[in-house]
């Protein structure tokens, strides 16, 4: 150690320089390049690898695809459903129509008859007494005898029969009600082959009132196997 003049004071170490371990070396002084090109980073989208990004992406665009067909499918069912709905409720109004409309007319067609109208399948008991002061039935025999008759509604017509009655095991009693007028009798039987589309229905008018039936008794009578008897105080009509 040498000291100089004094000028402040200063301190030399001239002794020789201080080891260095090889660990140290290495971390003051890296490896120099070797010449060999160094692989640069892979690229990045999104601060993730393209293969990370794409995956993310197709993944999303499967999500979102089940997600539209849900709700097309959705849409569609209620779709469906509405259409459903609004086919019941149409069918439903035309069904109502329908029976109004043939309410309507049968009711309309029954006016011409001036009892009221009995159900055809339905056999009603026969009538033995009436109100006090119905009007006594006018006998139309035996001057109609053998006429053809064509009632107010309908094609088929009718011969008239005096002093006769229907018979057979073929007959069917339809209807038997009071009956003022030959007219009312036939007119009502006759609207059974009218609505019906048939044409086997007669009628006997039992004018007098044979066998203890109130005057003026009328029977609806079905069956094409029937056959005509004698009877007296009774007029038949029979389908031609």
């Given at each position: 150690m040498q000291v100089a003049p004094y000028e402040g004071i200063e301190v030399f170490n001239?002794?020789?320089?201080?080891?260095?371990?090889?660990r140290q070396h290495e971390k003051l002084y890296p490896a120099a390049w070797s010449g060999?090109?160094?692989?640069?980073?892979?690229?990045?989208?999104?601060?993730?690898?393209?293969?990370?990004?794409?995956?993310?992406?197709?993944?999303?665009?499967?999500i979102i695809s089940m997600i539209g067909l849900g709700v097309g499918l959705g849409v569609a069912l209620s779709k469906a459903q509405?259409?459903?709905?609004?086919?019941?409720?149409l069918s439903t109004a035309v069904s109502s129509s329908t029976s109004s409309?043939?309410?309507?007319?049968?009711?309309?067609?029954?006016?011409?008859?001036?009892?009221?109208?009995?159900?055809?399948?339905?056999?009603?008991?026969s009538t033995t007494s009436t109100s006090t002061g119905a009007p006594k039935p006018s006998n139309i025999c035996p001057g109609a005898n053998n006429n053809i008759l064509t009632a107010p509604i309908g094609d088929v017509r009718y011969r008239v029969a005096c002093?006769?009655?229907?018979?057979?095991?073929?007959?069917?009693?339809?209807?038997?009600?009071?009956a003022a007028t030959w007219d009312d009798c036939l007119a009502?039987?006759?609207?059974?082959?009218?609505?019906?589309?048939r044409v086997d229905v007669g009628c006997t008018w039992n004018v007098v009132g044979t066998g203890g039936q109130t005057p003026g008794t009328c029977w609806c009578l079905g069956g094409a196997?029937?056959?005509?008897?004698?009877?007296?105080?009774?007029?038949?009509?029979v389908p031609q």
């Open positions: 001239d002794s020789d320089p201080e080891a260095i371990s090889s060999e090109p160094l692989s640069p980073p892979g690229k990045r989208i999104c601060g993730l690898s393209r293969v990370v990004f794409w995956l993310v992406v197709a993944i999303t665009m499967v509405n259409a459903t709905v609004d086919s019941g409720e409309t043939q309410t309507a007319l049968a009711t309309s067609m029954s006016t011409t008859s001036s009892t009221s109208t009995t159900s055809s399948t339905s056999t009603i008991s002093d006769s009655d229907f018979s057979g095991d073929g007959k069917q009693t339809l209807a038997s009600f009071f009502l039987c006759n609207t059974m082959n009218y609505f019906q589309s196997d029937k056959t005509v008897v004698v009877n007296k105080g009774n007029i038949v009509a």
